[in-house]
């Protein structure tokens, strides 16, 4: 039982604010929030959103690259939450508010694969995309990027325009990845939780 707490108390962490991203394995993103768009819910009480800016996040392929830049885009993060659950829908206003501010939405998650080398958060889609939301827990909010060029990136971008490119720019690296015990902790964190309000 002691491994439940253990991991709703890291997942609870995940939530507290910017954390850096874990070396080698979760990486992290920055965004710029220039306008929302509400897609579900009301103004007052959204149950999903877009976040529309410019966003950059980093990849990295071994324990020791550094966390170099992944890419950049133009396009937005699409959140949601159940109806029924009031602390998520007070965290998307928070993140709502940040619209035309410099505080960044931050995000992480494992934006190298090997094989293939960089791509784009499954978070992230290109203005002009269809998209489609994904629920704000498993969004890994909070994971803010190692390297120190991410956020300057994101909000160097232009303002967003409908039919972006959809192509992620950026660094290329060589093959590698990290251990099964990296990136698979944030993951685990996750599954923890909802194994924990399936019991509720």
Not at 111 to 118: D, H, K, L, Q, Y
Not at 120 to 135: K, S, V
Request: glycine letters at 16%; proline letters at 8%; one cysteine or more.
């Amino acid at each position: 039982m002691r491994w439940v707490i253990l991991g709703a108390a890291g997942i609870v962490a995940l939530g507290l604010g910017a954390q850096p991203a874990w070396a080698g394995c979760t990486d992290g993103a920055c965004g710029r929030v220039d306008w929302t768009e509400i897609t579900a819910g009301t103004p007052g009480q959204p149950t999903a959103a877009k976040l529309h800016g410019g966003y950059a996040w980093e990849a990295s392929n071994s324990w020791t690259d550094g966390h170099p830049m992944g890419g950049s885009l133009l396009g937005f993060v699409w959140l949601s939450c159940d109806s029924s659950d009031g602390a998520c829908q007070t965290q998307l206003q928070a993140e709502l508010a940040k619209a035309g501010t410099a505080t960044p939405l931050y995000f992480g998650g494992r934006f190298w694969v090997p094989g293939v080398g960089a791509v784009r958060p499954p978070q992230l889609y290109a203005e002009g995309e269809a998209g489609a939301p994904m629920p704000l827990p498993q969004a890994l909010l909070g994971v803010a990027p190692t390297n120190a060029v991410v956020c300057p990136t994101a909000f160097a971008l232009s303002a967003p325009a409908t039919g972006a490119d959809a192509s992620p720019t950026g660094a290329t690296g060589d093959s590698g990845g990290c251990g099964v015990g990296g990136s698979g902790s944030a993951w685990a964190a996750l599954l923890v939780l909802a194994l924990l309000r399936r019991r509720r």
